[in-house]
């Protein structure tokens, strides 16, 4: 018999089910799917992911009900990211970096000898 929500709706996995009074810790640590996929790899899905906002409120979103909310906190998120500035130099115009310095070098001794050798053999 597959279980059902509290709307009615039948569900595959047995996490899946919304369950009613609970609390925020409770719905943090609901799993919806811990199985191994066909890669031997483990794959565990929280029920739940809890989402804190910006005015600190604190909010547990369905991973299948909330999808479209879940996607739209990711999106916000990679904004906000992508707003503030990034630590550390990441000005690479500055020059050629050691590593296409050697190269470049390496390339024009192998020019130079290939060249050097098809002269003496013609």
């Not at 009613?20 to 799993?31: A, D, I, M």
């Not at 899905?45 to 910006?54: A, G, L, Q, S």
Request: aromatic share 6%; with cysteine.
């Amino acid at each position: 018999m597959m279980p059902q929500t509290t709307w009615g709706f039948r569900t595959v996995n047995p996490g899946d089910v919304v369950k009613s009074n609970q609390t925020l810790e409770e719905k943090s640590t609901q799993v919806a799917v811990d199985a191994l996929d066909i890669t031997g790899d483990r794959v565990v899905v929280p029920t739940y992911f809890i989402v804190e906002y910006p005015n600190g409120e604190k909010k547990a979103l369905h991973h299948v009900l909330d999808a479209k909310e879940i996607s739209d906190v990711i999106r916000q998120m990679r904004l906000h990211e992508e707003e503030e500035p990034k630590s550390g130099n990441t000005d690479r115009s500055s020059g050629l970096s050691s590593v296409g310095f050697i190269l470049i070098v390496l390339m024009s001794l192998f020019t130079l000898l290939t060249c050097t050798i098809a002269i003496g053999i013609f």
